[in-house]
């Protein structure tokens, strides 16, 4: 199975499983959650990390994402999938946004992850982008 993590600080990561949920469907085994609360330490998130990914199997692959590339969930997070042998087998990406996630949970069974690596956060970033509302009329009168 592919599995979808999600690490942040805050509640980041909740929040955003929970719009993944409204949009890729509620309920999915394979999209897990976890955060950094404020006053929680490392070490405690650390276990906590631990305890999630406890079903995934060295069979299975995983996409993990983070809110910042070098922030200390995903470090850690990261740390933990080396630790438990899952690094070969896992693609890690920081500055997670909906987009992401959204086309991560929905091509992730119909493509490989060599594919998958390669369209994901061009297709992301193709999504960050200033929305401009157009206020002029046609119908003005001059």
Known sequence: ???????????????????????AGSGREDILST????????????VNFRKLIAPITLE???????????????????NVIADVGMLEKTVIYGG?????AVNAALLKDSMEMVDLKAMLVEEAREEVKEFILDTSSEDEEV
């Open 1 to 23: 199975m592919k599995y979808i993590i999600l690490v942040s600080h805050g509640k980041f990561a909740p929040g955003l499983h929970s719009a993944l949920e409204m949009l």
């Open 60 to 78: 299975d692959e995983v996409i993990l994402m983070g809110d910042l590339v070098g922030g200390s969930p995903l470090t850690t997070a990261t």
């Open 96 to 100: 997670m946004n909906l987009p992401l």
């Open 35 to 46: 955060s950094l609360e404020d006053g929680m330490s490392q070490d405690v998130f650390e």
